[in-house]
């Protein structure tokens, strides 16, 4: 992963970008089913959600400076060599983040050794075994699956397009979006231990249910914001994240047993990857072809059917996985 991003310091021309935009998901989707079924598997099911509040906490925490260095690089160096230190500084941290994570315990006990002249052969195995995966896990964690393939493909629809939108459209000042935009890992930071201690004691799908509605609101006011909406619609979204990332995560592993979580994360990276991918070229054809607002009023949409379908379908097991 770090190596990738040298590509995007270094790249003269967008086509060196695109090369390290694939090589960047293609490393991501790799590690993150793994990294994930560890954070599982090293929590118990009682503190799931607290766990999960706490890696958000640590999360936004370290992430609350960034937007306000990149305005500062940007304002001193120009957008193009601010990116550029910008991207050497991502650099340096993923390669920290990868000596760090050498000192994981592999949490599965029959494991084999991976030779890698092999992955290529297994992958057709591999990708059936995934399928079949659904059929040994609760119908609730299906649709759970199915509510978040439908989160995942309306917020690519726009995602790309937050910092474009507020500065070109909604005509909001380069040198003030970055404080702005400082509102959504502050509020994660001030709610993912309390919504990590609800997930945990009161109830997991509720804070599912709460994160769809904040979301939906959010994009409503996004949309048409001045400088009060962006800051709520912010918050907002900070606070969808926060209840989304934290309950989604420690229901999928209370539904989940332990040997079947590389294959359900796996699927659910694929699967997302996919729908990403198709959602970031749905939003640019809508977003500059039909009009600048279609993609979030779209996003916002495909909410309604996420939340009915966890509102009816998903249900919360009697015990929890390990």
Not at 66 to 93: C, E, K, T, W
Not at 287 to 305: K, N
């Amino acid at each position: 992963m770090a190596a990738s991003f040298i590509l995007y310091a270094v790249a003269p021309s967008w086509p060196f970008i695109l090369i390290g935009v694939v090589l960047t998901n293609l490393l991501n989707s790799i590690y993150q089913p793994a990294l994930m079924s560890i954070v599982a598997d090293s929590l118990p099911p009682e503190n799931r959600g607290m766990g999960f509040g706490i890696i958000m906490l640590i999360t936004s925490t370290s992430t609350t400076p960034g937007p306000l260095v990149a305005g500062l690089l940007h304002n001193q160096f120009g957008l193009v060599d601010g990116m550029r230190i910008s991207y050497g500084v991502v650099v340096a941290l993923f390669l920290a983040a990868a000596f760090l994570r050498l000192r994981l315990k592999e949490t599965i006990t029959s494991t084999v050794k991976p030779k890698l002249w092999e992955l290529w052969r297994t992958y057709p195995v591999a990708l059936k075994e995934s399928f079949a995966v659904w059929r040994q896990v609760p119908r609730s964690m299906l649709y759970l699956f199915a509510s978040s393939t439908m989160m995942a493909f309306g917020l690519s629809l726009v995602q790309l397009y937050f910092a474009v939108y507020a500065v070109k459209v909604l005509l909001i000042d380069e040198a003030v979006w970055p404080f702005i935009l400082a509102a959504l890992p502050i509020t994660m930071i001030i709610l993912a231990i309390p919504i990590g201690k609800i997930v945990d004691k009161v109830n997991r799908k509720l804070p599912i249910l709460l994160a769809y509605t904040s979301l939906g609101i959010a994009l409503w006011l996004f949309v048409n914001g001045d400088l009060l909406k962006l800051f709520i619609s912010l918050v907002l979204f900070g606070a969808g994240q926060v209840m989304m990332n934290s309950a989604y995560s420690a229901l999928q592993a209370d539904l989940t047993p332990k040997d079947n979580r590389g294959k359900i994360n796996g699927f659910s990276s694929f699967t997302n990857c996919i729908l990403m991918a198709l959602g970031s070229l749905a939003g640019g054809i809508l977003y500059e072809h039909i009009s600048h607002q279609l993609p979030f009023y779209l996003a916002a949409v495909l909410i309604v059917p996420a939340f009915v379908l966890t509102l009816v379908m998903v249900h919360e097991p009697e015990k929890r996985e390990e």
